[in-house]
C-alpha cells in the first residue's frame, strides 16, 4: 500500500470507481481507491443498473448522457464486459397532463441535442408487448437508455482506472481521517495510514459515517427501496426482441427485461427510512432488508394490472435495499466549505445514470479548478446549517414518495416547513401569501384575494395566481409596494485590505463612498461565477447582496480566494432583514417614514446611506429590480418587524400594497433583467449575456480577466434576447426550444407574463447567425404548441431606464 499520494477515494461503488476512472482520465495517475470490502459491496451490488437521460436540470441531463457513453469507453478500455443492453427508454404517460408534460420533455431533450421519439400507444406495444395500453395515451422513446450489470460496469471502470495507474485496496477500512495544518490528509485504515493531498467521500451508504470522520455533517438519508423479478413468460421467451426500460410515470414503477422474466421496480407512497442514526459497519457485500410487501402492496397491483402477464409469471425474488438520497434527490457533489482538500461525492440516487457525469465534473472541479459548466444542481454548497437531519429525513421521504411526481414549475412541496421564516413573517400570513421556501426560509411568492384559501394550483399554465400578480404588479407600477426582501444574501467584507480583495474579485469597478455598482464574478474561463450588487459603506466596508440560496456557493468563492490578506468575510443573510420599497410613490413614503433626505439630489439613484426608517437603523440603497423607483433597507433582524409594521402604516394613505417574488420577476422581466440559475451562470460570459456593460476591461488584475478579454474580442455563439411570445393562456418557463422557420435557434432561460406591457415575455439565448432574421421567423414551444414568437429591440418597458433613476 502506498503510504503518499494525490487523492484517495474513499468507497468502491459505482460512484467511487467512476470518479476513480476520472481522475485518471483526466491526467492525475497518483490515486487509490480505498474499499472496506468488495468492489460493489454498498448500494450498488443490489441495484436494477437502470440508466436514463431525462433529469428535469438540463445540465444533470446533459452529464447523465455523458455518463452512458463512458461504459462502452472503458469495457473497450479494460476488456471487462458491463453487460449493456442499450434497449432505448420508454416513457408511458397514462394522463392528459402527463401527456402534455411528455410532450414538453421532448421538446426540451432537443435543445439538448438528445434524440426522443413521441409515440402512441400502438407503437407502445410494439415496443412492449407485454403492456396494457388501455389507459395508455402516448409516450417518449428515447433510444440512448437501457440497463446494465452493476458489478461489470464497477469493475471495468476500476480497471480502467488501474491500468491507467491508479490503485485499488480491497478489504482496507478507513477508519479516520487527521487534517494536518497544510490542507492535506492522514487517511487512517486498518492496513496503515496514506498521507494525501486530496480526499474524497464517495463512501455512498456510509457517507455519513465518512463525512463525520472529518467534522462534516452530510445530509443524507438511506431510503429501503424494492423490485421484484419475476418468473419466465411465454411472451418474452417467444419474443425475439428486448423490452426497453419502461418508465410508468403515473403507476409510479420502472421495470426492464431479466431473463425471460422482468425486473419490477416501485416507489411506494409507504416509504421508509433506513438506519437513520448510521449505517451499521456490519453491513454490506451481500446483505439485504426484509421485504415489506404490505407496503408496495398498491403500487405492485398496479403494475400487474399494467403489465398483466406480471401476475401470471409469479414473484421469483423480492429484493429490498438502502440507497441514498439528499433532501432533493441530487447527488452533493464538490468541495466541502470550510474543510480544505476534502470532496463530496455522495448522495447519488442513480448510480448507473449519473456516477460518470458527477465524476467527469468532481474530477474538473479537482484538477482544472472548477467543474465546466453550470452544476449547482448537483453542488454540495447548495444546502447549509438548515439541512438537519430531522429537514433531510422530511425532504428525502417527500421526494422518494414523489419521485415520479408530475412536477409543474409552480410547485412547492410541503415537507420540512416552515422551517426559517422572517421577521415579519406572520404580517405576510395575515396579508394571505402564499409561501416558496428557498434555503430553509419562507418567501412570499404572491398574496391570494382576501377570504380566498393561499393555495396555488400546480400547473403548467397560467395559474390562480396569474390575476394577484397582476393586482401586486399595478400597484408597484401605479403606486408603492413593499416586499419582504429577507431572503437576499447579505455579505460584509471589510478590513484593512478589503479594497484589494475586491478589486480582485470582482470584474467591474469598485462604488465609491455611498455608491452601488452591479459586480460580476468571473471564473478563471471567464464565464460567470457570480452576479451580485456591491455597497461601499466605507473605504474599508463593503456591503455585497446576492441570490440567498447562493450563500454557501459564494461564501467558499471568497474564502478560496482572500489568500492572507487581512479582510474579514462575514455572512450577514441571517442577522439582517431586507424590505424593499418600490414604485412612483415610495419616494414620499420614505419622507414621510425615514430620518434622512431622500431627494434624487441627495439620495442618487445606486447610491446608499445610513438612516433611521421609523424608528429602526437601517442602510437604504436607491435602487429597484422593478425598474421604478425604489429603496432596499437593511437591518437587524430585530427591527424588521417594526420597520415593516410602520411602512406599511405610513404609506396606507398612498395605497401600499405587498407584493411577492411572482410579481417581482414578472416586473424585472419587462426590463429584461435576468436572474441567477437562468439567465446568468457558469454555462454563460459576459459578452453572451450583456454584462460586458459592468467588467472594467482596463482593471488589472481580476480573476478571470484574461478570459474575459478573448470573450470581449470574440463573437459569442449565444446571445441573450427578450422575446414577446404570441401565446395564449401559458407561458414559457425555461429550456423550451426557440425556433426560427424550422431551424433550432436557441433556448429560452426563463419566461413569464409581462402584466404591465400584457405580453407574454421570455429571456432566450439565440445562436448569434439568426438574431438578424426578420421578425416573423420565429417560434417558441410553450407548453405543447409552437408559438409565433419576436425579438423585442430593447426591454418592453422604460428601455432608457428613466424611471428607476427619477
Ligand atoms: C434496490 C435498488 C435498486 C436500484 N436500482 C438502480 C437503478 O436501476 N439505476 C440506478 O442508477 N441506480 C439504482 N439504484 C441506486 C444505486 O444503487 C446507487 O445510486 C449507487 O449504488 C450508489 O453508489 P455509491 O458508489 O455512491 O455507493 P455504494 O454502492 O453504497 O458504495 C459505497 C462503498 O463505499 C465503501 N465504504 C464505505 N465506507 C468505507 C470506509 N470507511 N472505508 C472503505 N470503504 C468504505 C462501501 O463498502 C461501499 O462499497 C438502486 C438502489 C437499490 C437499493
Redesign the pocket.
Known amino acids: 500500500m502506498k503510504e503518499h499520494t494525490r487523492v484517495v477515494v474513499?468507497?468502491?461503488?459505482?460512484?467511487?470507481a467512476a470518479v476513480l476512472y476520472h481522475l485518471t482520465k483526466l491526467g492525475w495517475s497518483d490515486v487509490v481507491m480505498?474499499?472496506?470490502?468488495q468492489?460493489?459491496?454498498?448500494?450498488?451490488w443490489?441495484?436494477?443498473?437502470?440508466?436514463h437521460s431525462m433529469n428535469s436540470d438540463p445540465n444533470m441531463a446533459k452529464l447523465q448522457a455523458y455518463a452512458i457513453s463512458v461504459y462502452k469507453e472503458v469495457e473497450k478500455i479494460s476488456g471487462q464486459d458491463v453487460g449493456m443492453h442499450l434497449t432505448g427508454g420508454l416513457n408511458v404517460a397514462a394522463t392528459p397532463d402527463r401527456w402534455e408534460n411528455v410532450r414538453y420533455e421532448h421538446e426540451k431533450l432537443k435543445v439538448l441535442g438528445i434524440e426522443s421519439q413521441l409515440v402512441g400507444p400502438g407503437e407502445i406495444r410494439d415496443l412492449c408487448p407485454i403492456i396494457d395500453t388501455r389507459d395508455v395515451i402516448g409516450g417518449l422513446f428515447v433510444g440512448n437508455e437501457g440497463?446494465l450489470d452493476?458489478y461489470g460496469s464497477t469493475h471495468a471502470l476500476a480497471k480502467a482506472a488501474r491500468m491507467a495507474g491508479a490503485e485499488v485496496y480491497l478489504k482496507?477500512?478507513?477508519?479516520d481521517l487527521v487534517h494536518k495544518p497544510d490542507g492535506s490528509w492522514t487517511v487512517v485504515t486498518d492496513k496503515g495510514n496514506i498521507h494525501c493531498e486530496h480526499v474524497v467521500n464517495?463512501?455512498?451508504?456510509?457517507a455519513r459515517?465518512?463525512g463525520r470522520m472529518a467534522g462534516v455533517h452530510v445530509p443524507i438519508v438511506p431510503m429501503e427501496?424494492?423490485?421484484i423479478l419475476t418468473g419466465d413468460m411465454d411472451e418474452l421467451a417467444q419474443w425475439d426482441g428486448e423490452l426497453p426500460l419502461v418508465l410508468d410515470l403515473d403507476g409510479e414503477m420502472y421495470l426492464r427485461q431479466e431473463r425471460n422474466g422482468v425486473l419490477l421496480?416501485v416507489y411506494e407512497k409507504n416509504s421508509t427510512p433506513w438506519s437513520l442514526d448510521g449505517t451499521p459497519w456490519d453491513y454490506?457485500e451481500s446483505d439485504l432488508l426484509e421485504p415489506r410487501l404490505e407496503n408496495i402492496e398498491d403500487e405492485l397491483m398496479r403494475g400487474f394490472e399494467r403489465y398483466p402477464a406480471v401476475a401470471d409469471a409469479g414473484i421469483r425474488r423480492i429484493?429490498?435495499?438502502?440507497?441514498t438520497f439528499a433532501p432533493d434527490g441530487n447527488p452533493l457533489v464538490g468541495p466541502v466549505r470550510g474543510v480544505q482538500n476534502y470532496w463530496s461525492c455522495?448522495g447519488?440516487?442513480?448510480?448507473?445514470?449519473?456516477?460518470s457525469g458527477i465524476a467527469l465534473a468532481l474530477s474538473q472541479w479537482m484538477i482544472e479548478g472548477e467543474p465546466e459548466g453550470d452544476v449547482f444542481a448537483m453542488d454540495v454548497n447548495r444546502f447549509g446549517k438548515f439541512a438537519t437531519k430531522a429537514y433531510s429525513i422530511e425532504k428525502a421521504n417527500e421526494f422518494y414518495q414523489n419521485r415520479f411526481y408530475l412536477l409543474c414549475p409552480n410547485d412547492e412541496w410541503p415537507a420540512a416547513r416552515p422551517n426559517k421564516v422572517s421577521a415579519f413573517h406572520d404580517r405576510l400570513v395575515q396579508a394571505n401569501a402564499v409561501f416558496g421556501s428557498s434555503f430553509g426560509l419562507e418567501l412570499p411568492l404572491w398574496f391570494a384575494p382576501e377570504g380566498s384559501e393561499p393555495v396555488e394550483t400546480p400547473s403548467f399554465r397560467r395559474s390562480n395566481a396569474h390575476e394577484p400578480v397582476a393586482e401586486e404588479c399595478r400597484a408597484v407600477r401605479d403606486g408603492v409596494g413593499i416586499l419582504d426582501g429577507s431572503s437576499f444574501a447579505k455579505y460584509e467584507i471589510s478590513g484593512p485590505d478589503a479594497e484589494g480583495f475586491m478589486e480582485y474579485l470582482f470584474a467591474s469597478r469598485l462604488p465609491e463612498l455611498g455608491k452601488i455598482r452591479m459586480g460580476p464574478l468571473l471564473l478563471p474561463s471567464g464565464h460567470l461565477k457570480g452576479d451580485m450588487t456591491v455597497m461601499r459603506l466605507a473605504q474599508d466596508k463593503f456591503r455585497v447582496i446576492g441570490s440567498g440560496y447562493l450563500q454557501e456557493f459564494h461564501m467558499l468563492w471568497f474564502e478560496q480566494h482572500v489568500g492572507d490578506r487581512n479582510v474579514r468575510i462575514a455572512n450577514r443573510s441571517d442577522e439582517l432583514s431586507a424590505i424593499v420599497i418600490a414604485g412612483p410613490g415610495s419616494r414620499e413614503l420614505m419622507s414621510l417614514a425615514a430620518s434622512g433626505d431622500v431627494s434624487n439630489e441627495s439620495m442618487p439613484f445606486m447610491s446608499v446611506r445610513s438612516m433611521d426608517v421609523g424608528i429602526a437603523p437601517c442602510q437604504v440603497a436607491r435602487l429597484s429590480f422593478t425598474g421604478e423607483l425604489g429603496y432596499e433597507m437593511y437591518t437587524p433582524v430585530v427591527y424588521a418587524r417594526s420597520l415593516y409594521d410602520h411602512l406599511l402604516e405610513a404609506g396606507e394613505k398612498l395605497g401600499i400594497k405587498p407584493f411577492g417574488i411572482r410579481a417581482l420577476l414578472s416586473l424585472g422581466m419587462e426590463k429584461s433583467f435576468g436572474i441567477w440559475s437562468r439567465e446568468f451562470s457558469p454555462d454563460y460570459t459576459p459578452v453572451m449575456c450583456g454584462f460586458d456593460r459592468f467588467v472594467d476591461y482596463d482593471k488589472a488584475g481580476f480573476i478571470g480577466r484574461e478570459a474575459a478579454l478573448a470573450d470581449r474580442d470574440s463573437e459569442p455563439e449565444h446571445r441573450l434576447v427578450t422575446l414577446e411570445i404570441d401565446s395564449i393562456d401559458a407561458d414559457a418557463w425555461g429550456y423550451e426550444p426557440v425556433w426560427c422557420k424550422d431551424e433550432y435557434a436557441g433556448f429560452v432561460t426563463s419566461g413569464t407574463y409581462g402584466h404591465t406591457v400584457q405580453k407574454s415575455l421570455a429571456l432566450a439565448y439565440i445562436k448569434t447567425q439568426f438574431l438578424n432574421a426578420s421578425k416573423e421567423e420565429f417560434s417558441v414551444h410553450v407548453v405543447d404548441q409552437r408559438r409565433p414568437a419576436v425579438i423585442l429591440p430593447e426591454a418592453a418597458y422604460d428601455p432608457s431606464g428613466s424611471l428607476m433613476r427619477s
Open positions: 474513499i468507497g468502491g461503488g459505482i460512484v467511487g480505498v474499499e472496506r470490502k468492489l460493489t459491496a454498498g448500494s450498488t443490489h441495484a436494477a443498473g437502470a440508466f440497463n452493476p482496507t477500512m478507513v477508519e464517495a463512501a455512498g451508504l456510509w459515517e465518512v427501496h424494492h423490485y421496480g454490506g429484493v429490498n435495499g438502502p440507497f455522495c447519488v440516487m442513480a448510480g448507473f445514470s449519473q456516477g
